[in-house]
């Protein structure tokens, strides 16, 4: 449907302001941009909605945490956000061919692009996520990498280019179109990377810090319709804008002949991996997403009225 005259302008304002941002990105160094959008979401994220949602998540995710330690969480996981979005512009500095990303287990990247054969790269929104694409490219490893199309469509040209600056050019959209491009490139040989740690209202209810959450199989479905595995990666910011990607022991799944009981497991398996990266490193997630159900929010407000 063709967008009313109103509607694209405001589409195109918003791309101006894009283009600005961009500009102003680009004039400067990695880690001075880095640091400035750090500053600005330690400032202005917990005066938003949102701050309630991150502390909410802190007292699902570890119920005894002193307060102090949550107040210290919240700020540097904003100071993270700040981050990644200023980083945005400049990913194309950001890569391992910038000196800015150092990979460890690159050998089983390049195992992968030598064989021939497909797998599924699987991660969550850890540091900045955006280097995990950048790194496969940089391997060489034909890859399908997944996004939601940005509502404006001047912005989500200017996405697509912005990520063929640093070689990924291959997206799927996700629905029925993008569901169709996946199983075609994975029987050409091509892995796909998806993010699997998004809350997802008809997948598996599976674990997550001792509570139910639902999680999207597609990642699980796919390794196993194609016979192959998870392959699990993370991202650790080391420094300002730079930045270590681990590719982990891959997941392989289990084939009992009960799909159901197979999907459930590799789901489950998914999750434990998010989980331990995130005690690892729990600044560096992406606390300002509904992970759980309604339910479990209603009752941790029910469990303590006093710290809303």
Not at 209 to 238: N, Y
Not at 259 to 275: H, I, K, P, S, Y
């Amino acid at each position: 449907m063709k967008p009313s005259i109103t509607q694209d302008l405001a589409w195109r304002l918003e791309a101006f302001g894009f283009d600005l941002f961009t500009a102003l990105a680009r004039a400067f160094p990695p880690d001075a941009v880095s640091a400035f959008g750090g500053r600005l979401l330690r400032t202005i994220g917990p005066l938003t909605g949102t701050h309630r949602l991150a502390e909410r998540n802190l007292r699902l995710a570890f119920p005894d945490m002193p307060r102090a330690e949550r107040e210290r969480l919240l700020a540097a996981q904003w100071d993270n956000v700040g981050r990644v979005f200023a980083e945005f512009p400049i990913m194309d500095r950001l890569t391992p061919a910038s000196g800015r990303v150092e990979v460890i287990g690159v050998e089983r990247l390049h195992a992968i692009r030598d064989s021939g054969a497909p797998v599924v790269f699987v991660s969550g929104h850890l540091s900045n996520w955006e280097v995990m694409p950048a790194t496969i490219v940089w391997a060489g490893v034909p890859c399908q990498m997944t996004y939601r199309a940005a509502n404006n469509p001047y912005v989500d040209e200017r996405i697509r280019k912005s990520r063929a600056r640093y070689g990924v050019q291959l997206f799927a959209p996700k629905g029925g179109d993008g569901s169709r491009e996946i199983l075609e490139g994975m029987s050409r040989g091509e892995s796909v990377a998806l993010m699997n740690d998004q809350k997802f209202n008809n997948g598996v209810a599976a674990p997550f810090f001792g509570r139910p959450a639902h999680t999207a199989p597609g990642p699980t479905r796919l390794a196993l319709r194609f016979d192959t595995v998870l392959q699990p990666m993370s991202v650790q910011r080391t420094r300002g804008a730079r930045f270590r990607v681990v590719v982990h022991e891959p997941i392989v799944l289990e084939k009992t002949g009960d799909r159901t009981r197979d999907l459930e497991a590799g789901v489950r398996q998914v999750n434990a991996f998010m989980e331990e990266r995130v005690r690892e490193r729990p600044e560096e997630w992406f606390w300002v997403h509904k992970r759980w159900a309604n339910e479990a929010y209603a009752a941790l407000d029910a469990e303590a009225p006093a710290e809303r």
